[in-house]
């Protein structure tokens, strides 16, 4: 596997363009169309919110209903979440647009918002948005970033990343973006992510690749605790690379698996370390667990923990807060046991071990704190299951952000 500059317009087929339509944000864009020259097999996943936004049910049927995809129009800005059936019919309006604009069948066409939820969109401008996508698209590099940023909210930096692996010879890319920041908290994908590859593979073997590997990358997340209504993770395959067809059990089947890994732990690792306010980047990483999920679990109830995310902010080494929130998990295990270290780039300390704190310096141990990737490791001694999740540090600037995020 070979990691390359770009993101969504790295595979073959693809393009991209952001553009200003005036939804909400003033004199920045705020759409983004991603569109492949060929029909794509579909994958996705989505929020287990059980509010639903109107992009997501629109989605959900086209993934499940439609022959093939090929265009995504993305806006920021407005949720189009508790709209009703005008929301959703702003969906279907969006997508008859453009149907028109890029000679696509219109049940090929998916849509996806992110922003303010109860507002209905400004569709004429959503309208005249997808006209401005459709004469900007371009395959070049460029053109994928100003997609990536274009579907920013509260997000201080774009997010997109690119693949290349081998299938018997033949050059494939997989190549991704994603927003993200706030109220997110996802329990079956993330915010919103989106994945394109030129492989040669079938509907049913992506969608299962997609769905097992979200467990350990976007499920594994947590800025907030808020799951959101929009959450929304769509991958598509053109098959413009024409490798032979990737099938189950074979090692380009395995290739395939660790490309998209990849691709969705980072976008997955950029939303975490970009979360509303946060200075750092939190990671727990749950090792010699005696079951998978409860590795997962342990993982993500520390980085879920408001104390423990505090104390990563303030850089103070409060173990208890740990010990706390795996306690509350629900999984069963003995505090007497484990051991605890914190890890970054100044070093790594071992902070608990048999019930009780180990000897280390503070000052030290706030040094490791103090970097913007900082992990906690657990290690249970119980089995041999590992899982690690992200998070970040809360602060200060997370209450602001969203005390006034409507204005």
């Known amino acids: 596997m070979k990691i390359i500059s770009g993101g969504v317009t790295a595979a073959k087929g693809f393009e991209a363009a952001g553009a200003q339509a005036g939804i909400k944000y003033k004199e920045r864009m705020d759409m983004a169309v991603i569109y492949s020259r060929k029909p794509c097999v579909l994958a996705g996943t989505f929020t287990s919110n059980l509010v639903k936004a109107a992009p997501v049910l629109w989605d959900k049927k086209i993934v499940e209903e439609s022959a093939f995809g090929q265009a995504v129009i993305i806006n920021a800005g407005i949720a189009n979440a508790c709209t009703g059936k005008e929301g959703y019919d702003y969906c279907k309006q ?5 149907s028109q604009a890029l000679g696509v069948p219109e049940d090929s066409v998916l849509v996806a918002s992110t922003g303010v939820i109860g507002m209905q969109l400004p569709i004429e401008r959503i309208k005249a948005g997808v006209d401005k996508l459709a004469g900007a698209k371009a395959d070049t590099i460029e053109a994928g970033s100003q997609a990536a940023k274009a579907i920013m909210t509260t997000d201080t930096r774009s997010k997109e990343t690119a693949v290349e692996i081998d299938i018997n010879g033949v050059k494939v890319t997989l190549g991704g973006m994603c927003k993200g920041s706030g109220m997110i908290h996802p329990n079956m994908c993330t915010m919103l992510a989106f994945v394109t590859s030129d492989a040669v593979i ?5 969608t299962k690749a997609v769905k097992e590997d979200v467990k350990d990358t976007f499920n594994m997340i947590s800025v907030d605790g ?5 959450d929304t993770l769509l991958v598509m395959a053109n098959g413009m690379a024409e490798n032979p067809e990737i099938k189950e059990g074979t090692p380009e089947y395995e290739a395939f698996k660790e490309a998209l890994h990849y691709v969705n732990e980072t976008l997955a690792k950029m939303m975490a370390g970009d979360g509303e306010g946060a200075t750092a980047l939190f990671e727990t990483k749950v090792i010699n667990a005696a079951a998978k999920e409860d590795a997962r679990i342990l993982s993500k109830a520390v980085i879920c923990s408001s104390l423990t995310k505090a ?16 306690g509350y998990s629900g999984v069963k295990f003995d505090p007497e046991k484990i051991e605890l270290y914190f890890e970054s780039r100044a070093g790594k300390i071992l902070i608990y071990k048999d019930a009780v704190a180990a000897d280390y310096s503070e000052e030290e141990a706030g040094k490791i704190l103090s970097e913007p990737h900082v992990t906690v490791i657990v290690d249970m001694k119980m089995g041999n299951e590992t899982a690690t999740a992200w998070g970040c540090d809360l602060t200060y600037d997370y209450v602001k952000i969203n005390a006034d995020y409507r204005s």
């Open 94 to 98: 969006t997508a008859a647009r453009a």
């Open 202 to 206: 079938a509907k049913e073997l992506l």
């Open 226 to 230: 808020d799951t959101s209504t929009n």
């Open 311 to 326: 104390a990563i902010y303030g850089h103070d080494a409060n173990w208890g807060r740990i010990l706390c929130a795996l």
